[in-house]
């Protein structure tokens, strides 16, 4: 378990707890793979962050393309308002990954009483009612009711990584993990 900290860079604010970027007081949301991308490479700032490393973390054991990178990468550079051509914030290294080239400064929102408390490479981010509905299934099938459920939604909100924190979350508490 790795404890993540709001990350401050020019005019923003990547908030952990709310798996946002805030601008001043406007709020924007990311998707959770985007906030996860996000994260990385600011944790890193002034790293190259390869690609490879990337899919690892926020696609741990699933089989994707460069593509999905590419696209997280121009949803995030279109909330920073970043040009790829003369980037304040994120530069790509062709062929190879990425780097954060912006200043950082990490920090503990005042709101924020302790650390925020996350599993990486599987992040999740706003989803504690789903993770606690699957619980509560999960107690009825411990108890014998025979139940079926569907994750569902657009690619890349997180399903695959929602349904593997969970099972990471069962084994936990038997004792396996």
Known sequence: METLFEIHFGAFRLDPANGCIWQGTIKHALTPKDFVLLYALASRSGNLVTKK????????KTAVSDNVIKTCIR???KILH???KSPQYIETIHRRGYRF????????????HTACQFF????????????????KIFEKV???ARKTVFVSG????GKTTLVNTFCQGCLANAGFA
């Open 101 to 112: 080239i912006c200043p950082i400064k990490t920090g503990q929102s005042p709101g924020i």
């Open 154 to 157: 657009e690619a890349g909100i």
């Open 75 to 77: 949803r995030i550079r």
């Open 82 to 84: 970043d040009d790829y």
């Open 53 to 60: 490393e990337l899919i690892n973390i926020v696609w741990p």
């Open 120 to 135: 990486l490479p599987n992040l999740v981010v706003g989803r504690e009612k789903e993770l606690s509905l699957l619980e």
């Open 142 to 144: 411990r108890s014998g």
